[in-house]
């Protein structure tokens, strides 16, 4: 029977038997409290502990799971041992509450015997120290010779890991015979000859984080039976590496090691090691785990770096790990199409992976061969394995493996306190402000999986897989490794959209560079959340995109006019084109006119006109030169350029995102020209929609001014002229009424001089007509000086002075002191002076300042 007979026979038995077939669930549990999901059972942790109600009452799986972290860690045994396997898959048949041992542990004999066809006499069980029922089921119920049922203590006792559910469990053991170890059953018999391969775990209990333990609402059974070990006995081999599903991958790490199995055992090690991590590598990759220094990614890391040295151990110098991920995809596909669609993606990062770690390698082997062969008492120190681990990227487990293999122990404790200097060291440097964390994530997405495919230019929506999805406050900033989304870059605003995924989708902000070609898209979660590796829908605002393009464009139809019209002087000093408008600043000496402003414009519009074709194009720089490309302002430029021909006559060097033909922009407006700076101008313009939208603006607003002047749009000026002249007029006889009545007034005011001197205040009276009534009194018979003071309507202090040529007074020296008193001061004016101040309360004593300047008694 090979592995899809037996997935098919399991999942089928239980089917009948009222069991919902569940697909597997992805290798990162939604479980905070352990890496990998390491079992069938911990999809359906929150259904044992009673968190959740289930959707059904019994469910059977084949469930992929991976054991290299944590509580449940195989990994130091791969290679040396011929059953265990870092990745494995699980076929499970689980109750919630329905059954229990008196269903489950019939079940499982019937299929194991009659089903798969298992020889009774070479099984045997073990049950807990403590579970009476699960032995009598077997012996009573069953019929299971007594005398090959055992009992275990804490090997029957099962556990997901520090907490969570946990109860007895009875498993059932293959006797492989006489040749693979002594007799005695799986308690006291030859670990190699007994072979578990099915486990019947009967949930009863939550364990705390402080060790103890609480019944479940409902007493549940989680069975797991792993397919590799079940594969073995079914097929008659020694070694899960002899299966169908591993042999494939066993003879790949032949092929591409140039090496027998069998040659060697340290060269057996190395390709069970490469077969065996093949399908870890691929499957975690495909789920969404990327290699990185912390907590899945470490594990990956570990695993993908421990392949590669086993490979170059065996003298392997070219990459090894896509032939292995395109042996594993054969070998699995069929069962896992998403391993399958996926394959080019893994393949990528793990060759990515591979590629870093083979540059220093070499290098890192060397050092460590070294202070192996120099190291004394058989211990390395912790500072050499911190080096080869900093600086060549040495996973300690992997030094540690190496110099295990020497005999040699590694300073663990050395090793932890050069990590803690390090991190003491890192934490100054931020805040010093070097680069800090975000930095080193960017860099580490890019030497992980390279930078962002940018899709943009052919399509609006994109098929992608999220990388990263970094919090940034209230905002998060998320990574794909494919992006239809432009990066703001080369006077072109960034795009936004949406990003979405089967668990949540986040509106996209703005699209910037976080490092180049790595595209950060900065969003707002909109609804659930955006997980690492996830398969996510990039969607473009297509409205505002095209709406950007058009202004692009139009921004080289204008720099191309500009410089027809003005001269080929004019160089494009800096832009910004967004959907609403573009901004484009130029080198020019003068101020552009209005008759230069139109020229351009039509030279610009008759190219819209004639809708010649847009060609975007790569290209070197040479190529480019000799076409007569003009490199735009302020873009950074490699040996193959794009290329932008704007219709016959615009070539120019641009990176961003254009229409497919000039008459797509729609109408070009020069909305405004101005200065700068010294021989910088700057124009603002709208093309397309912008345009129209501007010129209906203009419409409406002319239709207002329109009624409000009681004549039709086209006679408004005419309109505004009358206006201006009615105004002009009113205004001359507003003053001439005001002479008039300052003249009235002046002859009150100088009937009460003083020895030819006035002196008064008049409130409520503007600075101007206060001015002019001063005049006006000056001008009076017998009036050699005048001082007027008063509170105007907007506030503060008014002062006036007036003086006629004999009076040997100065105006100015009049109402310096009296400015002061009111915390103001005025003009230096002889004749006629004028002063202001911010205290109206002190009116009065600014006055009798006035008065005593004059010569008069207070």
């Known amino acids: 029977m090979d592995a899809p007979a037996l997935r098919r026979a399991f999942t089928s038995f239980f089917e009948q038997r009222a069991h919902t077939r569940v697909d597997s669930a992805s290798l990162i549990p939604h479980d905070p409290t352990i890496l990998f999901t390491v079992a069938g059972m911990v999809p359906f942790k929150p259904w044992f502990l009673g968190d959740e109600h289930p959707a059904f009452p019994r469910a059977t799986s084949v469930q992929k799971c991976v054991r290299a972290g944590g509580k449940h860690n195989d990994l130091e045994e791969i290679g040396r041992s011929v059953r265990h396997t870092s990745f494995l898959e699980m076929l499970g048949n689980f109750s919630f509450g329905d059954y229990f041992k008196d269903q489950a542990i019939p079940m499982a004999w019937e299929l194991v015997t009659e089903v798969l066809g298992l020889d009774p006499e070479r099984l045997w069980v073990t049950v807990h120290v403590s579970d009476d029922e699960a032995e009598e089921i077997w012996r009573d119920a069953v019929g299971f010779p007594a005398g090959r049922i055992q009992r275990l203590d804490e090997d029957n006792f099962w556990k997901m890991g520090d907490t969570g559910p946990c109860g007895p469990c009875s498993e059932i053991f293959w006797d492989k015979g006489p040749a693979h170890g002594a007799e005695g059953g799986p308690a006291r018999g030859g670990s190699d000859r007994y072979v578990e391969f099915w486990n019947l775990v009967f949930m ?494 203009d419409r409406e607003e002319l239709a207002r001014a329109a009624a409000l002047l009681t004549v039709p749009p086209d006679e408004v000026a005419g309109g505004v002229a009358r206006l201006r002249d009615e105004l002009k007029d009113a205004r001359e006889q507003l003053k001439a009424a005001q002479r008039a009545a300052a003249g009235a007034g002046a002859a009150e005011l100088a009937a009460a001089a003083v020895d030819g001197v006035v002196v008064a205040r008049r409130d409520e009276v503007s600075r101007d007509e206060l001015k002019d009534l001063a005049v006006a009194v000056r001008q009076q018979p017998g009036v050699r000086a005048v001082v007027l003071g008063g509170s105007p309507p907007g506030g503060g202090v008014a002062l006036v002075a007036a003086v006629t040529p004999d009076s040997g007074l100065v105006a100015s020296d009049l109402i310096a002191d009296a400015a002061r008193t009111v915390r103001g001061g005025g003009g230096k004016a002889p004749d006629l002076a004028v002063a202001g101040g911010r205290d109206p309360s002190r009116l009065d004593d600014a006055l009798a300042e006035a008065r005593a300047a004059a010569g008069l008694a207070a």
């Not at 994530?441 to 230019?457: A, D, I, K, N, P």
């Not at 560079?513 to 609804?527: I, T």
């Not at 202004?551 to 494009?572: C, F, Y």
């Not at 819209?608 to 030169?625: F, G, I, P, S």
Request: charged letters at 25%; aromatic letters at 6%; hydrophobic letters at 40%.
């Open 204 to 697: 009863q209990f939550n364990q705390r984080a402080d060790g103890t333990r609480e019944p479940l609402p409902r007493p549940s059974v989680d069975t797991g039976a792993g397919l590799e070990r079940m594969l073995s006995i079914l097929q008659g081999v020694d070694s899960v590496y002899e299966t169908d599903v591993l042999a494939p991958l066993v003879e790949t790490a032949q092929r591409v090691t140039g090496t027998r199995l069998g040659a060697g055992e340290r060269s057996d090690v190395s390709l069970r090691i490469l077969a065996e991590h093949a399908r870890t590598m691929a499957f975690l990759v495909s789920d969404g785990v990327f290699p990185s220094n912390e907590d899945r990614g470490y594990v990956l890391r570990r695993i993908i770096r421990r392949a590669v040295r086993h490979a170059f151990l065996l003298g392997v110098d070219t990459p090894v790990t896509p032939e292995l991920v395109d042996a594993t995809v054969g070998v699995m596909g069929d069962a896992y199409p998403e391993l399958a669609r996926n394959r080019d993606f893994v393949v990528g990062v793990v060759g990515r992976e591979e590629e870093r770690f083979r540059q220093t390698l070499r290098a890192g082997s060397a050092i460590l061969d070294e202070e192996l062969a120099a190291s004394t008492g058989g211990r390395l120190p912790g500072a050499v394995a911190f080096k080869l681990h900093d600086t060549f990227g040495f996973p300690l487990e992997v030094t540690e493996e190496v110099a295990a293999e020497r005999g040699v122990a590694v300073d663990r404790a050395g090793f932890d306190a050069a990590m803690v200097e390090q991190r003491a060291r890192g934490r100054e440097s931020r805040k010093a402000g070097n680069a800090g964390p975000a930095v080193e994530s960017y860099r580490e997405l890019v030497e992980s999986f390279g930078t962002t495919e940018f899709t943009g230019r052919v399509e609006n929506e994109t098929k992608a897989r999220v990388l990263a999805v970094l919090e940034r406050g209230e905002e998060v900033e998320v990574f794909l490794d494919r992006s239809p989304f432009y990066a703001e870059s080369g006077g072109q605003v960034g795009d936004t959209g949406t990003i979405s995924t089967e668990t949540g989708r986040v509106e996209v902000l703005d699209t910037t560079y976080a490092l180049p070609g790595l595209h950060r898209h900065l969003a707002r979660v909109s609804e659930g959340e955006l997980r690492p590796g996830q398969e996510a829908l990039a969607s473009i605002d297509v409205d505002r995109r095209q709406a950007i393009r058009r202004n692009h464009t139009g921004t080289h139809l204008l720099h191309w006019a500009l410089r027809q019209v003005l001269g080929d002087h004019v160089k494009q000093q800096g832009s910004l084109v967004g959907p609403d408008y573009l901004r484009f600043d130029f080198s020019h000496y003068a101020p552009t006119s209005p008759e230069e402003l139109a020229a351009i414009e039509d030279l610009a519009n008759a190219e819209v006109l004639a809708n010649d074709r847009v060609r975007h194009y790569e290209t070197t720089k040479a190529q480019a030169a000799e076409a007569g490309a003009i490199a735009f302002f302020g873009d950074k430029y490699g040996d193959i350029v794009r290329v932008l021909e704007a219709g016959r006559h615009s070539v120019e060097l641009c990176g961003g995102t254009h229409v497919t033909a000039l008459g797509d922009i729609g109408p070009i407006r020069i909305t405004s020209e101005s200065s700068i700076g010294a021989n910088q101008r700057r124009i603002f313009a709208t093309t397309g929609t912008g345009t129209l939208e501007r010129v209906r603006r």
